[in-house]
């Protein structure tokens, strides 16, 4: 199984430029998460989604966009990228909805906008 | 607001020495805990979980924690460090009301002395 697996790893944007990540998870995990993790910030909810075609803001969700059109797929966008962007995204899946909730994780994307 | 609180940002300790990482946290109820791992490069891996039960759980790699209810604690353990062991660790908390979505603390990076 390769679990959560995220597209591209790393990539550098100019200030205004647009890119989507893409997230893909092959557990068959109803629920999707995007986080961002910065040096002493810990991991910051963007945006989550309950299942296909559902997403939901978390809770830093200004500049960014998500869609869920397949189950196994999350995709994040950024439409006009910004230097305070730069951040490590991880994406993560799970099984259930309750707090009793494990999350795997994918690798992450490096992104740097200068 | 649920918060996780892990006061101690950097711990450096000597391979084979004994290991406790302290997490906090805020919230009226009982929460679900855990303890996840970030080894450089990759992304966040579930060491334990604390759902109800025995308070002393037992996770991967040889690590351990202890949910104290009175302390609101639940500091994670580890009786003889190994190299490998250096990377970044993070205590989150998950809620039943909270749509699944886990709140991370802000991490406490690991560093092994030889």
């Known amino acids: 199984n390769a679990g959560v697996t995220q597209t591209p790893k790393f990539r550098v944007l100019k200030t205004g430029q647009s890119m989507t990540l893409l997230c893909a998870q092959d557990?068959?995990?109803?629920?999707m998460y995007w986080y961002r993790q910065d040096p002493g910030m810990g991991l910051r909810l963007i945006h989550y989604?309950?299942?296909?075609?559902?997403?939901a803001k978390g809770e830093v969700p200004d500049g960014y966009n998500v869609s869920r059109l397949k189950k196994q797929n999350f995709l994040l966008g950024l439409e006009s990228a910004a230097p305070s962007q730069t951040s490590v995204y991880f994406c993560?899946?799970?099984?259930?909805?309750?707090?009793?909730?494990?999350?795997?994780f994918g690798a992450g994307s490096r992104l740097t906008v200068l | 607001a649920q918060s996780v609180t892990q006061p101690d940002i950097h711990i450096t300790v000597s391979e084979g020495a004994s290991l406790e990482l302290r997490c906090n946290y805020s919230?009226?109820?009982?929460?679900?805990l855990f303890w996840y791992v970030q080894s450089p490069g990759q992304g966040l891996q579930l060491l334990l979980k604390y759902f109800s039960g025995d308070t002393l759980v037992q996770g991967i790699k040889g690590f351990e924690a202890e949910f104290k209810r009175s302390q609101s604690s639940f500091n994670l353990r580890k009786p003889s460090v190994h190299w490998s062991d250096a990377a970044e660790y993070f205590c989150a908390v998950g809620l039943n009301t909270n749509a699944g979505k886990s709140t991370f603390g802000d991490g406490t990076t690991l560093t092994v002395k030889p």
């Open positions: 993560a899946s799970s099984l259930r909805l309750s707090g009793a909730n494990v999350l795997t």
């Open positions: 919230y009226g109820a009982t929460p679900y």
């Open positions: 557990m068959n995990h109803e629920y």
């Open positions: 989604s309950v299942g296909e075609g559902t997403t």
